[in-house]
């Protein structure tokens, strides 16, 4: 298994987790969700090594603000998952023109379910998961136990389902069905707050106990 090590920048005006990826041993980066401050990010992963690409878990503003500019600065492609391509180019649908920074993003690569990409030496496996938006996915690396989440699940928490495309029990079936089939050591690392595991949250996320009214969304 790669060396490994993941960096957490917070940015942008709702406090957006981007995270690096260092794959230690090859001096490679893979940047997820660089919401906003594409200067900020640079001046990290330039540090940490080689940018290969940049994975984006969903197409709201708030994870796919600086990907454009860094993907050209790096000469990368970004990925997104196929139903959020609309979304993604859309002010009204990405949810820029709530805050007033309208967002255009340009698409590279489209992804799709179970699809597996290689990355900086890592394998990331893709997996659908609508209901925050219609086209949402997370990238889980089996060998690292590692699951990026974006908006879909966080710590005691689900993402939200009120905004374009997003749908509640969409959402909802997506965590239990997908997400907690995975292994309960594996660790969460969301878009917005702490990281937590898969199995802590099959025992303490209210959404899943029965106790929906209780819980706090991002």
């Not at 990925?79 to 009204?92: Q, V």
């Not at 509640?168 to 937590?196: A, C, I, M, R, W």
């Amino acid at each position: 298994m790669e060396e490994y090590k993941i960096s957490c920048l917070t940015v942008g005006m709702v406090q957006t987790n981007c995270y690096l990826l260092q794959n230690v041993s090859k001096g490679k980066v893979v940047i997820v969700d660089p919401g906003a401050e594409a200067e900020k990010i640079s001046l990290t992963a330039k540090k940490m090594g080689i940018v290969s690409g940049i994975l984006l878990t969903h197409g709201h503003f708030d994870h796919i603000g600086a990907a454009t500019e860094l993907a050209e600065k790096f000469h990368v492609n970004s990925y997104l998952g196929e139903g959020d391509f609309a979304l993604a180019k859309d002010p009204k649908l990405n949810c820029s023109n709530l805050f007033g920074c309208l967002c255009n993003y340009s698409q590279d690569v489209i992804v799709s379910d179970k699809e597996q990409l290689n990355l900086g030496g890592f394998t990331f496996h893709v997996i659908h998961t609508p209901g925050h938006t219609i086209g949402g996915v997370c990238y889980y690396l089996p060998s690292q136990k590692v699951l990026f989440s974006g908006d879909t699940l966080f710590f005691q928490s689900v993402g939200r389902s009120d905004f374009p495309t997003g749908k509640e029990e969409v959402l909802l079936n997506s965590v239990k069905e997908k997400l907690f089939s995975l292994p309960d050591e594996t660790v969460v690392y969301p878009g917005h707050g702490s990281q937590t595991t898969i199995g802590y949250e099959k025992k303490n996320n209210p959404f899943f106990l029965g106790k929906k009214e209780s819980g706090i969304r991002v």
